[in-house]
């Protein structure tokens, strides 16, 4: 059975670069982000790395903490990360998990329950290993985005999504297509017209199934 939007995502113990975690305690009251690469020392990943180091300030703005998972071992990990630090101009301060047993990406459905991976493996033998989820802090997986090897992922596009999780959780609201942070949201249909202006204020009618609100607090 696949891992779902609102599945609470497993907890694992595992071996980072900056010693032992347990999952859930890791990411504690906090929403997390855990990204996963095929192998280190690959060409798009270290700028993908990179892109998450360059956005420590914004991670930290919106109570995100974030981990990368690599089927690698920690002193690989270690080495590698002197390259993404050289190459994005600033400390990669996350953990990577080293997931050399497979456990964590066979625990997020990334590769089927029976993988291995080769002697002499090649990044291509975990290509599978290229997805995004992000946790909200009830431990429950809200997005999950996979890319192909040969696409570096938008890290700008994972803040908007992240920014968007964050101003609809738990309320009866929803973010148009594109939306950026301030713009107007949608209300949901839970809330008739009257509930939704009593509580939002005056609505703007697209269609009967479609009322924007000014981007409510």
Known sequence: MGLRINDIVPNFTAETDQGTISFHDWIGDSWAILFSHPKDFTPVCTTEFGAVAQLADEWAKRNTKVIGVSVDGVEEHKGWKGDIESFAGAPAGFPIIADEGLNVSKLFDMLPADAYMPDGRTPADSATVR???????????????????????????????????????????ATPANWETGQDVIVALALDDAAAEEKYGALDKKLPYLRFAKNPE
């Open 131 to 173: 997805s995004v989820f992000i946790i909200s802090p009830d431990k429950k997986l809200q997005l999950t985005m996979t890319y192909p090897m040969s696409v570096g992922r938008n890290f700008a596009e994972v803040l908007r999504a992240l920014d968007g999780l964050q101003r609809t959780f738990g309320q009866p609201l």
